[in-house]
Nanobody, 122 residues
Framework: VQLQASGGGLVQPGGSLRLSCVVS????????VGWFRQAPGKEREGVSCIGSTDGSTYYGDSVKGRFTISRDKGKNTVYLQMNSLKPEDTAVYYC????????????????WGQGTLVTVSQ
């Protein structure tokens, strides 16, 4: 299983970005995909995830109402739409594939992509 994250960049507070995670074919049929982030000096945080079977979703409290996860099986891609961005959203964002169910527990994810940096600043 391979994952490729992209879409990070510099954005002003209140702005939006959409991250993409392209995965190996058939991955989304068997694995849940999660987005995680890690800011300098902080622990890795589960941001959002989507389960493989029913597409159930999870959002961390800090992003609820602002971020939306979605998937396009035809394009082997999982998206993270991030709106109303705040400086505290600044981090390297990673996508990962693992347990079929939607879970924010990083230890349940076996495959990780490289990160994409999101910077929210004036």
């Amino acid at each position: 299983v391979q994952l490729q994250a992209s879409g990070g960049g510099l954005v002003q507070p209140g702005g939006s970005l959409r991250l993409s995670c392209v995965v190996s074919p058939w991955t989304l049929d068997y694995y849940g995909v999660g987005w995680f982030r890690q800011a300098p000096g902080k622990e890795r945080e589960g941001v959002s995830c989507i389960g493989s079977t029913d597409g159930s979703t999870y959002y961390g409290d800090s992003v609820k109402g602002r971020f939306t996860i979605s998937r396009d099986k035809g394009k082997n891609t999982v998206y993270l739409q991030m709106n109303s961005l705040k400086p505290e959203d600044t981090a390297v964002y990673y996508c990962a594939a693992g347990a079929a169910r939607s879970t924010p527990a990083a230890y349940e994810y076996d495959y990780w992509g490289q990160g994409t940096l999101v910077t929210v600043s004036q």
